[in-house]
């Protein structure tokens, strides 16, 4: 595990620039996500310690603790856009990612990550939810995990009154939450969406850290855990035999929530989870990083690479473009989460930072 860590800080030292920004891959430009997805692997490991928080602050733009209403990456431009992902929805992942970089790093920011006429506001918040095309779970699971976010951040760190407001709208939105989960599987929109139970799954993985977190008991764990068990491949990723690594931390996050809350299936978990550890940590590259799929054939990276030249795109935005079998900052962070909380569900071991408040990073 120590050479795992060291080849890790190699590859994020190698793909760092002196502002201490981080780039996402080899060959792609720093941004606000790219270096939080760094800074966040740094926490995890513990050695956030050895970043240079003035830096840090200074790249993000922050002045003498003034109010920021709205984090932008004055390298984001609507026109990068190539995927599916909406400019809004980039923006406030832009924005969750940052305030998760910047408080591990010990910086709260004083802002309005939710509209002001939104907090408290049971009317506005259920017309907001009902709006959610649930459907499309995964996608739109991502902006109700950034909005109970910025709703527990303002609860942590804003003062009395909006702090109450916060709390109770946190209340509502999960109290929709149980009224819209599908009894029969356990997950979110598989009753709108013919029954696509990977959809399902990897949205479910969004919110279930909320239901942990605030205390809420989760409805329907055993269907949650009997579907999330015959998603696997056989060798134990999620998707195409060569998985992903955020649909693959998805699965094991479902595991590690529903764990706290019961032992249902608990051997068969836990042989998966096996399995998956092993894969993932024989697929450390060279390089200290992690790539986003997992193969041990050459000859498929090499095609990938040189003849396809197939890429994926992080949210669809151009600049976080690269080829899935090779590193990136994004599959690191997500690939070592995965083996810390395996080992965490499995042998106990806490030898990771967990972060604070309910977003990804937050383990126990």
Aim: proline letters at 2%; charged letters at 25%; hydrophobic letters at 35%.
């Amino acid at each position: 595990m120590l050479e795992q860590k060291r080849k890790v800080i190699d590859y994020l030292v190698a793909n760092s620039e002196s502002n201490g920004s981080v780039r996402f891959s080899n060959d792609t430009y720093a941004n606000f996500l790219s270096t939080s997805f760094g800074t966040m692997i740094y926490y995890l490991i513990g050695q956030v310690d050895s970043r240079d928080e003035s830096k840090l602050i200074q790249y993000w733009g922050i002045k003498d603790n003034a109010p920021i209403e709205n984090i932008i990456d004055p390298s984001f431009s609507t026109n990068d856009l190539i995927g599916r992902h909406k400019p809004d929805y980039v923006l406030n992942q832009i924005t969750y990612f940052s305030l998760l970089a910047l408080d591990v790093i010990g910086v709260q920011l004083r802002g309005n990550y939710v509209e002001e006429s939104y907090l408290g506001n049971s009317v506005l918040l259920e017309r907001w939810f009902n709006s959610l095309d649930l459907s499309r779970f995964w996608y739109e699971s991502n902006k109700i995990m950034f909005m109970l976010y910025f709703l527990s951040y303002i609860n942590r760190y804003s003062g009395q009154d909006r702090s109450k407001k916060a709390i109770d709208s946190i209340h509502l939105i999960m109290q929709l939450l149980n009224e819209s989960q599908d009894k029969v599987t356990g997950f979110w929109g598989t009753n709108l969406n013919n029954n696509n139970l990977y959809d399902g799954c990897y949205g479910t993985a969004h919110v279930l850290m909320y239901y942990d977190y605030f205390e809420y008991e989760i409805p329907y764990v055993k269907q949650i855990l009997d579907n999330t068990l015959s998603l696997h491949n056989e060798n134990g990723l999620l998707g195409s035999k060569y998985g992903g690594a955020c649909e693959d931390y998805d699965a094991i996050e479902i595991y590690l929530r529903c764990g706290k809350q019961t032992d249902y299936r608990k051997n068969d978990i836990e042989l998966v989870l096996i399995k998956m550890k092993e894969l993932i940590e024989k697929s450390q590259n060279r390089d200290g990083g992690f790539s986003y799929k997992i193969t041990d054939s050459f000859v498929r990276k090499q095609v990938y690479t040189k003849l396809i030249k197939k890429k994926y795109s992080y949210s669809g935005w151009n600049k976080m473009t690269t080829n899935p079998f090779e590193s990136d900052v994004w599959a690191t962070w997500f690939r070592l989460l995965s083996l810390k909380v395996i080992d965490y569900i499995i042998e106990s071991k806490t030898d990771f930072n967990s972060y604070w408040l309910p977003g990804w990073g937050y383990i126990k």
